[in-house]
């Protein structure tokens, strides 16, 4: 709702998406929050990587990196050292069946 302000609530918008499989469904969903200098290093092309989508903060001092990956080993093969995240498992979907 315009003119709320939410304290402690990081406002973001959308900077970029990066879409490697869109047919594959999401097992992860994991959200990293970095400085927009490290946003390079955290999305990088590995095997499992779905997609990324980057929210920058409108400070422009943070980015909250969400990714979709096919499992949890995958995120934890591809993780690098020092980076906070929340891992979230997608528990049920709905798919439209008539495509």
Aim: charged fraction near 20%.
């Amino acid at each position: 709702m315009p003119g709320i302000e939410r304290p402690g609530l990081p406002r973001t918008h959308l900077a970029r998406n990066v879409v490697h499989d869109a047919e594959r469904p999401a097992g992860v969903f994991v959200v990293s929050t970095v400085a927009v200098d490290e946003v390079n290093t955290t999305v990088v092309s590995a095997s499992g990587l779905l997609a990324a989508h980057v929210h920058l903060t409108s400070d422009g001092e943070r980015a909250m990196v969400v990714t979709e990956l096919t499992d949890a080993a995958s995120h934890e093969a591809t993780t690098p050292g020092g980076v906070g995240f929340k891992r979230y498992t997608l528990y049920h979907a709905c798919a439209d069946d008539r495509r």
